[in-house]
């Protein structure tokens, strides 16, 4: 029989997903800006235009962020409310799917509307990109093509590493992918000094991006199209794009969607020639529609995978009677030598 103190992380997943599709990302107070906050002001300090300063900076950051969601870890599974409570608290703060898609829904209706000032606007709440430079058709594509990226790296990534390595590893990678954005990019300033967060992140995100093309092409059928040609476009296109992860998330997007990604992609550090993925037209704002659809179906699909996948992992954990003069007492996970090994 499994305790409720084991079915806790399962639940508080779930419980995170939920919060995360009701209140979406809170305006104020967000604590992954509080971290960003956090790392500006550190980097007065630590930056140096190397690679050895980067990497300090970015083991000195995630490092505090495990130390400290270990700490709250062991402090909440005093009881399984306590531990429900820390890690659905965890999971919504993580999470960034529904304001990812709310904000996809916005610029389609400013680009049915017609409205491309409006629409460079908002770009920035899913891009680095510059929008100064792009007109109805080229914010169509930055938008579709930063859904599917996002839709891994703020919903599919965090749930994965939640399901497999509990809070500190859902935090860890939310705090990576967070430092990522911040200093990961091949500005003059980054180059060096982002290398390392670059690279950590591009390791956290190599399975969850994986997972996202599997339901992405699972999740198909959802916008009319087709798992066959979600994965020919994965396998075919995706080892092309620059980012070994963001390439599996817009290969497999551009085939379910039966549009065309890629082409030329201006930020405001560089102007970078990206490859084709995909066979189809170039997407309109309906295909930015779908994209929205689609996107939604992968989190769902996600969200139940990652409950199975903590529910099984805890009620998979081994148990050691114990007990004192014939009197039977609960039952507690092993500890110690392989077979009691513990899995979060």
Excluded at 12 to 28: E, K, Q
Excluded at 85 to 94: V, W
Aim: glycine share 10%; net charge positive.
């Amino acid at each position: 029989m499994v305790s409720p103190i084991m079915r806790a992380p399962a639940t508080g997943i779930a419980v995170g997903v939920l919060a995360d599709a009701v209140f979406a990302d809170p305006r104020r107070w967000h604590p992954v800006a509080g971290f960003g906050l956090l790392a500006t002001r550190l980097e007065r300090h630590t930056y140096h235009d190397a690679r050895w300063a980067g990497a300090g900076h970015t083991v000195a950051l995630l490092s505090t962020v495990a130390v400290a969601a270990l700490a709250g870890e062991r402090a909440a599974r005093s009881g399984p409310c306590t531990s429900v409570a820390f890690t659905a608290a965890a999971t919504f703060a993580a999470l960034g799917g529904t304001s990812l898609c709310r904000v996809g829904v916005r610029l389609a209706d400013l680009l049915d509307d017609g409205d491309v000032a409006g629409a460079r606007l908002l770009l920035p709440s899913l891009c680095g990109r510059d929008p100064s430079v792009l007109d109805a058709d080229g914010l169509t594509r930055a938008a579709t093509e930063s859904l599917a990226e996002n839709t891994s790296d703020a919903q599919v990534a965090p749930l994965v590493w939640a399901a497999v390595a509990g809070v500190p590893g859902l935090l860890v990678y939310r705090a990576a992918n967070t430092l990522d954005a911040m200093i990961g990019n091949r500005s003059e300033r980054y180059l060096r000094f982002g290398w390392a967060a670059a690279r950590f992140d591009d390791l956290l995100n190599y399975l969850p991006a994986r997972v996202t093309g599997v339901l992405t092409a699972v999740c198909a059928s959802v916008v009319g199209g087709s798992a066959v040609t979600a994965l020919r476009a994965w396998r075919r296109d995706a080892h092309r794009h620059p980012s070994p992860n963001a390439g599996v998330a817009e290969a497999a997007f551009a085939g379910a969607l039966g549009v065309r990604l890629g082409g030329p992609t201006q930020y405001a550090h560089e102007l970078e020639i990206r490859p084709t993925l995909g066979d189809g037209r170039h997407p309109v704002p309906a295909d930015l529609r779908r994209a929205v659809r689609l996107s939604r179906a992968v989190q769902v699909a996600a969200a139940i995978l990652a409950v199975a996948v903590s529910a099984a992992g805890r009620s998979g954990r081994p148990v050691c009677p114990r007990g004192s003069r014939g009197r039977s007492t609960p039952r507690r996970p092993c500890r110690g030598g392989a077979a009691g090994s513990r899995r979060r």
